[in-house]
C-alpha cells in the first residue's frame, strides 16, 4: 500500500483483508447477518427484512485439513476450502446460512454444512438451470418459501413496499459497479483487476447500504487517482468461475498485461443487470437471478430445439456478451479460469474458445486447483500467451 492510496480504497482494501469485522460489529449491535454461497440466494429478500448478507469466500492460502471427512478431494476445491474454513469455525459469526444449486456439489455442500456446522438457521433454494417458462414458475415458487423461511427467521412479514426499496438499494450497487468498471476503460485502466476484486469482497462481506457509500468514496478517489496502474501492452478480459483471492489477478498484471474487464462470480457478474421493478417483486426477481446472470450454471437458451442444429447460433446467443465487453473495454484477449473439477464451467470452456476463435479473439484456459502453487507454472502460461497476442 502506498501514501497515495485514497481513503475508499484503504477501507476496501482493510475489509478485503479483515472481512468480517464490520459484519461482527453490527451482530454485537443485535443485528442478525446470514453467510450465502454464491450468487444466487437473492440478497434483497434479506436486505429487506434488515438482515445482512455476508457472502460465504474459501480462503486458497489455508491448507484443507477438515472438509476431507466429508468432501473427496475430486470435488470443487472452492467449495472444499469454505467448508473447511466453516468446520475450523470461521463463521461463527453467522447467525444462519443460505445456499442455492449453484452445482450439484454445491448442492451437497449445503446438506454437509447443516449436517456438520449446524447453523441456527438454513435454507436451501434448489433453483432450476433452464430458462423455461416452467422453471421461471418454479423459481418464483422457490422464491415464495424462501420468503416464508425469512420472516419465520426474522420474527416480521416481509411487505412488497420492503422488497421494492431493497431492489433499489440492490440496483443503486449495480449501477455503481458498472461505474465503478468504467474506470476500467481508458488506457492504462484506472483501477486494476486485484483492487477490483479487493473492493467487491468489501462491498460482499457489509450492508448494502454502506457499500454503495464505500463504492462512491472509491469512485471519486479513484477518477482523480495519480497511482494508478501502469500502462502495459496486452489489455485483457478474464472470464470464468470464482477468483476470490488478488494472487491470481496480481499474477497475470504483474506480466505485461492490464486485466480491463472480467466476468467472473467476484467481479462483474452479478452487477451487470438490473433487476426490473415488476408489481409482484418476486417476478422481477425470479427472472433476474435465473435469466439475466449470465453464470454458466443457467442454460439461457430458450428454445434448445432451435439451436442444436446451429452450434455457432447457440454460442452467438449465450456469448456474445463477451465479444461487446471485449470490444468496450478494448481487450485483446481474453483468460478463461476455473477451478478445477468444476463441471459448470468445464464444459461451458470448448463453447465459450469456439466463440472467441469465430469471433478473432485469442484466448487461453487456465484450470488450477485454488491454491496459491498452482500460480508459478500458469504464469509460465501465461506469459507465453501474451507473447503472441502483444
Ligand atoms: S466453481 Fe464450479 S464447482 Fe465450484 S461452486 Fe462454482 S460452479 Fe460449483
Not at 476445491?77 to 461463527?92: A, V
Not at 417483486?281 to 442454460?299: M, V
Amino acid at each position: 500500500m502506498t501514501a497515495e492510496v485514497s481513503k475508499g480504497l484503504t477501507r476496501a482494501i482493510e475489509l478485503y483483508q479483515d472481512r468480517s469485522s464490520r459484519a461482527r460489529e453490527l451482530r454485537a449491535e443485535g443485528k442478525k447477518v446470514i453467510g450465502y454461497l454464491c450468487i444466487y440466494p437473492v440478497l434483497e429478500m434479506m436486505t429487506a427484512l434488515d438482515i445482512v448478507p455476508y457472502r460465504i469466500f474459501g480462503d486458497l492460502r489455508e491448507p484443507v485439513t477438515e472438509a476431507d471427512a466429508y468432501m473427496p478431494a475430486v470435488n470443487c476445491p472452492f467449495l472444499r476450502s469454505c467448508l473447511d474454513i466453516g468446520l475450523k469455525g470461521k463463521y461463527d459469526l453467522l447467525d444462519g446460512v443460505v445456499t442455492s444449486h449453484i452445482c450439484d456439489v454445491g448442492s451437497t455442500l449445503s446438506s454437509i454444512w447443516i449436517y456438520a456446522i449446524k447453523p441456527p438457521f438454513s435454507h436451501h433454494i434448489d433453483m432450476p438451470h433452464t430458462l423455461h417458462e416452467t422453471a421461471l414458475t418454479q423459481e418464483k415458487g422457490l422464491l415464495e418459501d424462501y420468503r416464508k423461511a425469512l420472516e419465520e427467521f426474522a420474527g416480521k412479514k416481509m411487505t412488497a413496499e420492503a422488497l421494492k426499496a431493497a431492489i433499489r438499494t440492490h440496483n443503486e450497487q449495480r449501477a455503481l459497479v458498472r461505474e465503478l468498471y468504467e474506470l476500467k476503460k481508458p488506457d492504462p485502466p484506472l483501477i486494476s483487476g486485484s483492487e477490483t476484486i479487493q473492493v467487491i469482497k468489501a462491498i460482499e462481506s457489509i450492508p448494502v447500504d454502506e457499500g454503495n457509500h464505500l463504492l462512491r468514496e472509491v469512485i471519486s478517489e479513484v477518477k482523480e487517482r495519480s497511482n494508478g496502474p501502469q500502462k502495459k501492452s496486452a489489455r485483457l478480459l478474464v472470464w470464468g468461475s470464482i477468483i476470490d483471492d488478488t494472487a491470481m489477478m496480481e499474477m497475470i498484471e504483474g506480466l505485461d498485461a492490464n486485466v480491463v474487464m472480467d466476468d467472473t462470480c467476484v467481479g462483474s457478474r452479478p452487477y451487470f443487470e438490473d433487476v426490473e421493478l415488476t408489481d409482484d417483486p418476486l417476478d422481477g426477481l425470479a427472472y433476474h437471478y435465473l435469466a439475466d446472470i449470465k453464470c454458466s450454471r443457467t442454460f439461457r437458451v430458450n428454445n434448445y430445439m432451435d439451436v442444436r442444429k446451429d452450434y455457432m447460433k447457440d454460442l452467438e446467443i449465450r456469448f456474445s456478451y463477451l465479444k461487446d465487453y471485449a470490444d468496450d473495454w478494448k481487450a485483446d484477449g481474453v483468460i478463461m479460469e476455473s477451478v478445477r473439477y468444476c463441471d459448470t464451467h468445464g464444459y461451458d470452456v470448448p463453447g465459450v474458445r469456439d466463440y472467441l476463435d469465430n469471433v478473432g479473439l485469442p484466448s487461453i484456459y487456465l484450470e488450477h486447483d485454488y491454491t496459491e502453487g498452482a500460480l508459478a507454472p500458469l504464469r509460465t502460461r501465461v506469459q507465453g500467451f501474451l507473447e503472441i497476442i502483444s
